[in-house]
């Protein structure tokens, strides 16, 4: 039931925001099919990743959760407000919450997703499969083929019987007209679903019973039967001797095959996204500031050096940067054949095209060349870094960019398909290991690579040089060795240079440099971050912050400390509260008595505690009072520090009210996911006299 490659499905496209197209554009498409399973009202959406997978790893750094985020409350996949999308979604009452499971999935781009929503609850699951491109693998554990080509129309039987459900099948094929599939699926314990697959949206009066409709999410639409379709590079040497046709011509052939529509439409859409190309390349020029990355604008850099001479590959070097930086900074971008490879191809065809000052025909002539290569690549290997490491992005790019270029320069198509071979054999190995699980370094080198060795490629073809290796042995090729690619240095960030210490230090780095302009959105995205990460690790974490508080010298001379009874995702200090409950120091504990009022209560027995405002564990009313000037140590919880010592609460005041009457030590507790670089603060605010978190302990002067 898989479908034949598309240019524009497949290979060059979507037009999208964020930094892979595997996990943001994907997730997006994803959202958009969760968001029509809740009826245009998801409410709860948990997504379950495995460590095992790339997802476990990526899922932030990537783009995943901003564009299931964005999906599901129906925005495109090229929205430059991608970015706020996580925090927009919780404001529209959508509750998303990421996990991390040992269970193993088939294929390391697995979504396993609970929803509930418009009055419906569901479990599906859905893969990314490389470019942006998914599929929906089961409904309910009923197993489907869904890839978001189809109008999709899922008659639920739920359970009903074989036989019951053969019969139900064979009257729907019956009333049904102008489908285009149809096809009975069960789940072996009496479940079923028909799913019929048609090119237009059926009528809601077939049946009464539940139905669930599902709209295309790709831009070409799918069909049962395909003619004069080709997809091995002897089947397009064996045409161009035939009908005497150059590479782009074979690829408006097979694009207006594959889509059923008109070559014209085919040669528009790729102009169209040519001028998304150009654009990304000179808004990024005006170097857009965006803070979450790694990599500062640094093409202009190139104009202001001594460069060695080679005006052609350096024109493609410049625009490669461009684009790769438009990526960064969030601005619209093509995937081609994915994000993390979204320079190689349009910045080395348009590079040379406008250093030779070649026409815009010319440019898509040479883009629509390379699709027809991709095509190949999608037909028999992969464009999934997490299947075949980045031989299959950037690798993939170098081998369709070669081709391109010899269609620019006039080259027939065998010359094409000799330089994309040759360009494919140059790259094989390449491995993925992104810093800091961001899509910017090496990402940034390898697209280089992969253009300069294009431009190599293809004069090597145009002069005549062999292969030697046919392409579709090439190909094949290429998907045996992405395959033996360990799994490590396949985009899950846990080799190579993904996990030197430079790149912890990043990462962490970023982790603090959230994007929030204000309070608000930060304790939104504070609670988002907790709320992902992993719960084990997190316990581990609060052991090590009440083992190194344990050591300081401000706790070990305190004489009465207040502490706080912690929330469920604040640090776990009770057992230490328990300790202190029963040892020679003071316990006292909030007591919320007004409103923004807080007074310091003794507790010397964890069971007295009661729930209170908020769901607060606080001592009973009756506990001895301790004035402010009599507490040593005030242990101040907080979703979020900076680090010169400025804390973030929730909002209600309790602790800066209380504090501004108390000379007590004030030291804040987090863990290192709650330190940002720099917090909004308001002349109220109160600065702690110290931070601890699992890596340690900051101290500053205070006032």
């Known amino acids: 039931m898989r479908q034949p490659a598309s240019i524009f499905n497949d290979v060059i496209g979507p037009v999208m925001v964020g930094p892979s197209s595997s996990h943001t554009a994907a997730s997006v498409r994803?959202?958009?099919?969760?968001?029509?399973?809740?009826?245009?009202?998801?409410?709860?959406?948990?997504?379950?990743?495995?460590?095992?997978?790339?997802?476990?790893?990526?899922?932030?750094?990537?783009?995943?959760?901003?564009?299931?985020?964005?999906?599901?409350?129906?925005?495109?996949?090229?929205?430059?407000?991608?970015?706020?999308?996580?925090?927009?979604?919780?404001?529209?009452?959508?509750?998303?919450?990421?996990?991390?499971?040992?269970?193993?999935?088939?294929?390391?781009?697995?979504?396993?997703?609970?929803?509930?929503?418009?009055?419906?609850?569901?479990?599906?699951?859905f893969i990314s499969v490389g470019g942006g491109m998914i599929e929906m693998k089961n409904l309910n554990g009923i197993p489907l083929c869904i890839d978001g080509g189809y109008y999709e129309t899922l008659f639920l039987l739920g359970s009903c019987g074989s036989e019951?459900?053969?019969?139900?099948?064979?009257?729907?094929?019956?009333?049904?007209?102008?489908?285009?599939?149809?096809?009975?699926?069960?789940?072996?314990?009496?479940?079923?679903?028909?799913?019929?697959?048609?090119?237009?949206a059926l009528s809601h009066e077939i049946w009464d019973g539940d139905i669930l409709y599902l709209p295309p999410v790709l831009p070409i639409q799918s069909y049962k039967h395909h003619a004069g379709l080709f997809n091995t590079a002897i089947e397009i040497e064996a045409l161009e001797q035939e009908q005497n046709l150059s590479l782009a011509e074979l690829a408006l052939l097979y694009e207006s095959r594959r889509g059923r529509i008109s070559q014209a439409e085919v040669y528009n859409k790729m102009c169209e996204l040519l001028s998304v190309m150009r654009r990304a390349i000179k808004r990024a020029e005006q170097k857009p500031p965006y803070t979450d990355r790694i990599l500062p604008p640094q093409a202009h850099l190139l104009a202001k050096t001594n460069l060695l001479p080679n005006q052609t590959q350096n024109a493609a070097i410049w625009r490669i940067t461009l684009l790769m930086e438009a990526k960064s900074a969030m601005l619209p971008i093509v995937a081609s054949p994915t994000a993390g490879s979204c320079a190689a191809l349009p910045g080395a065809i348009i590079g040379v095209a406008e250093s030779l000052g070649k026409s815009e025909e010319e440019m898509i002539q040479a883009l629509l060349a390379a699709g027809l290569i991709g095509v190949l690549i999608a037909e028999h290997a992969t464009f999934a870094a997490e299947v075949g490491g980045c031989q299959a992005e950037c690798g993939a790019a170098s081998g369709m960019a070669a081709a391109g270029l010899t269609q620019?320069?006039?080259?027939?198509?065998?010359?094409?398909?000799?330089?994309?071979?040759?360009?494919?054999?140059?790259?094989?190995?390449?491995?993925?290991?992104?810093?800091?699980?961001?899509?910017?370094?090496?990402?940034?080198?390898?697209?280089?690579?992969?253009?300069t060795n294009a431009i190599a490629m293809a004069n090597l073809a145009i002069a005549g040089f062999d292969p030697v290796i046919p392409l579709d042995e090439t190909i094949a090729a290429m998907r045996e060795v992405g395959q033996k690619i360990d799994a490590t240095l396949r985009c899950t960030c846990q080799g190579g240079l993904s996990v030197t210490p430079?790149?912890?230090?990043?990462?962490?780095?970023?982790?603090?440099?959230?994007?929030?302009?204000?309070?608000?959105?930060?304790?939104?995205?504070?609670?988002?971050?907790?709320?992902?990460?992993?719960?084990?690790?997190?316990?581990?974490?609060?052991?090590?912050?009440?083992?190194?508080?344990?050591?300081?010298?401000?706790?070990?001379?305190?004489?009465?400390?207040?502490?706080?009874?912690?929330?469920?995702?604040?640090?776990?200090?009770?057992?230490?509260?328990?300790?202190?409950?029963?040892?020679n120091q003071q316990l006292c504990l909030p007591l919320i008595t007004g409103h923004g009022i807080m007074e310091a209560r003794v507790v010397d027995n964890i069971s007295q505690l009661h729930a209170g405002s908020y769901g607060i564990a606080q001592p009973p009313l009756d506990a001895a009072q301790i004035a402010p000037v009599n507490i040593d140590l005030v242990l101040t919880p907080g979703l979020a520090f900076d680090r010169k010592l400025w804390r973030l609460g929730r909002g209600g005041g309790y602790y800066d009210r209380f504090l501004s009457d108390c000379g007590a030590f004030r030291l804040g507790l987090a863990r290192e996911a709650q330190i940002v670089e720099q917090l909004v603060h308001e002349p109220h605010d109160l600065r702690m006299h110290a931070l601890l978190s699992e890596a340690g302990y900051l101290a500053g002067s205070n006032s």
């Open 30 to 125: 994803i959202g958009h099919l969760l968001r029509h399973m809740c009826l245009g009202k998801p409410q709860h959406i948990i997504c379950e990743f495995s460590r095992f997978g790339s997802l476990a790893f990526c899922h932030e750094g990537q783009g995943t959760d901003m564009g299931l985020a964005a999906g599901l409350m129906g925005w495109a996949a090229h929205d430059e407000c991608l970015p706020q999308a996580v925090v927009q979604a919780k404001t529209a009452g959508i509750n998303l919450e990421f996990r991390i499971t040992d269970k193993h999935f088939e294929h390391p781009n697995t979504y396993q997703v609970y929803a509930t929503g418009g009055g419906c609850q569901f479990t599906a699951a």
């Open 164 to 200: 019951a459900a053969q019969q139900t099948l064979e009257k729907l094929s019956t009333q049904l007209a102008d489908y285009e599939d149809i096809y009975l699926t069960g789940d072996g314990a009496g479940n079923y679903i028909v799913n019929v697959k048609s090119n237009f």
């Open 408 to 451: 620019l320069m006039g080259g027939s198509a065998q010359k094409a398909l000799n330089a994309a071979s040759m360009a494919l054999q140059n790259v094989f190995g390449l491995v993925c290991d992104p810093v800091a699980s961001r899509v910017e370094v090496p990402c940034l080198g390898k697209n280089i690579l992969a253009g």
């Open 502 to 583: 430079t790149s912890h230090v990043i990462e962490k780095r970023l982790r603090r440099a959230l994007p929030a302009v204000n309070k608000t959105e930060l304790r939104q995205l504070i609670k988002q971050r907790l709320a992902n990460a992993d719960k084990s690790a997190l316990a581990q974490i609060d052991k090590q912050i009440c083992q190194n508080l344990r050591q300081l010298p401000e706790f070990i001379q305190a004489r009465t400390i207040l502490a706080f009874a912690p929330l469920a995702n604040e640090i776990n200090i009770w057992p230490l509260l328990e300790s202190l409950a029963i040892g």
